[in-house]
């Protein structure tokens, strides 16, 4: 029951349209191999890069396909519609926000162009094992010494850790200035001594997704590295580029519990029990209206979202409500689509089983819902 969004534009469409065609042939096919092996294929960025959906809302200046954000959303979008959850398509796009708003010119010339083509994929690794969403509680340093920085330390959590190319890494430069000494040092990882990608991590669900722990022992990266070429700066540049993340995360949480619900209205009409469709039983109407309704609600938020996105005004707070928000009734949603699927839903042959799992880590990353009610209480 996918309700047209308010930003629609007939290029737009033409774009979903390519955008859905891609993914049917080169997307959906593979996933379950790519869930069989923790990870896609390196040649699905290749081909991404060539349709240009990489980088979709980075300037064509800097090897991006020129649009907006309306465009990079469709691209998450349609993967969410096609059940994906494996091809890190969005870590990727949040780093290259973070070059083209954070970096330094050379920056930006240097890495964005290779971002847009896939020659070159990227993560950003924040959380370790003793600190996940409070940031400040970080302990891989960045050492001065000559002309480049020494980083010691360990990721854990890091999506598009195992094939990643370029890693922008959370960093005390100064570990005695609290906030102040954070710094976002770009690794290149490629012969980079010293950089070891662990284990891909076992999870209850996206495991197509590569996520791994990354260790960095004695690594040397040139002091041109650090985002923005200043040190200190990366809290701030964190809290700056976060809103983009959120906001992602509650694009495709509208797309999933859009999924979700023609998937149990499709099932409920097909599906008979004591004589009768299921849809046709009060309680299943019921339930599916109370959705539609919520599905309705969410999908008018995320676009006035996605228009402030666009429009350059989205906040810290509202992205923090659309992350929270979006993700709870996520995860409420599908549990309550699964449960009109009965013991179909617990098997992981029908697509809905797969969503409940792959769902119940919106509410943790990007920040922990927790987190975000606190951002939010802070301007009561």
């Not at 993914?23 to 240009?52: F, L, Y």
């Not at 809290?239 to 099932?267: F, K, Q």
Request: charged share 25%; hydrophobic share 40%; with cysteine.
């Amino acid at each position: 029951m996918q309700i047209k969004p308010s930003w629609m534009t007939p290029e737009l469409e033409t774009f979903r349209d390519a955008v859905r065609r891609f993914v049917d042939t080169e997307v959906t096919p593979h996933q379950e191999h790519w869930r069989k092996q923790q990870h896609v294929d390196r040649d699905v960025w290749d081909k991404g890069g060539a349709m240009g959906i990489l980088l979709a809302d980075i300037p064509e200046e800097y090897g991006g396909s020129g649009g907006s954000f309306a465009h990079q959303s469709i691209v998450f979008e349609e993967l969410t519609y096609a059940g994906d959850m494996a091809f890190g398509i969005h870590v990727h796009a949040i780093v290259a926000h973070y070059i083209l708003n954070q970096g330094t010119e050379e920056q930006k010339l240097k890495y964005l162009p290779k971002l847009a083509t896939g020659e070159m994929i990227a993560a950003i690794a924040m959380s370790e094992p003793g600190a996940g969403s409070d940031l400040k509680g970080i302990r891989t340093t960045a050492r001065r010494d000559g002309d480049s920085y020494i980083i010691n330390g360990s990721k854990t959590f890091i999506s598009n850790g195992y094939m990643a190319d370029l890693v922008v890494v959370v960093t005390k430069t100064d570990p005695e200035a609290g906030a102040k000494g954070v710094s976002l040092i770009m690794v290149e990882t490629r012969e980079c001594p010293g950089y070891r990608v662990g284990r891909i991590l076992e999870k209850i669900g996206q495991k197509g997704q590569d996520t791994c722990e990354l260790f960095f022992d004695d690594v040397r990266v040139p002091l041109d590295r650090v985002l923005g070429g200043v040190e200190g700066k990366g809290f701030t540049q964190l809290m700056t580029e976060l809103p983009y993340e959120r906001t992602i995360l509650g694009v495709s949480g509208v797309a999933a519990i859009e999924r979700a619900l023609d998937l149990t209205i499709t099932h409920t009409r097909e599906r008979k029990a004591f004589g009768q469709a299921l849809i046709e039983m009060q309680n299943t109407r019921f339930v599916l209206a109370e959705i539609k309704t919520e599905a309705t609600i969410a999908r008018t938020f995320i676009d006035r979202c996605i228009v402030d996105m666009m429009e350059g005004r989205m906040d810290t707070e509202l992205a923090s409500m659309a992350k929270y928000w979006i993700s709870d009734l996520q995860c409420k949603v599908i549990d309550q689509c699964l449960q009109l699927f009965g013991g179909y839903g617990y098997m992981l042959e029908y697509p809905i089983a797969q969503m409940y799992v792959d769902a119940r880590v919106q509410r943790i990353y990007g920040g922990a819902n927790e987190i975000m009610k606190e951002i939010i209480s802070r301007n009561l």
